[in-house]
């Protein structure tokens, strides 16, 4: 079963900058939507950003202008630039793709393992 993987997490201060990547484990029909999630210490999940395979783009407005989302549509690869980061970002960071099945071409909700982001003052 085809798995996301997140890579990329880190220990930084605060003002640097991290890079995350998420990548299907194997080769999949299709991907549409891949997104990114945090969740920190005692909070619920929340939506970051999103990207489509035709590049259409959100944020939650809060991060706007710090974070950035791309995507590999060839290797089916999500990566979020993190900028100026700030203790307040520290958590762990999701990913999350609907990836078309290839025996009945439904598309599937999947999460990602996690990768921890911690931003010290």
């Known amino acids: 079963q085809v798995q996301l993987v997140e890579s990329g997490g880190g220990s930084v201060q605060a003002g640097g900058s991290l890079r995350l990547y998420c990548a299907a484990s194997?080769?999949?029909?299709?991907?549409?939507?891949m997104a990114w999630y945090r969740q920190a210490p005692g909070k619920q999940r929340e939506f970051v950003a999103s990207?489509?395979?035709?590049?259409?783009?959100n944020y939650v407005d809060s991060l706007k202008g710090r974070f950035t989302i791309s995507r590999d549509n060839a290797k089916n690869t999500v990566y979020l630039q993190m900028n100026s980061l700030k203790p307040e970002d520290t958590a762990v960071y999701y990913c999350?793709?609907?990836?078309?099945?290839?025996?009945?071409?439904?598309?599937?909700?999947?999460w990602g393992q996690g990768t921890q982001v911690t931003v010290s003052s």
């Open positions: 194997e080769r999949v029909l299709s991907i549409n939507s």
């Open positions: 990207v489509t395979s035709d590049g259409d783009i």
């Open positions: 999350n793709a609907d990836i078309q099945n290839y025996s009945n071409y439904k598309y599937y909700n999947y």
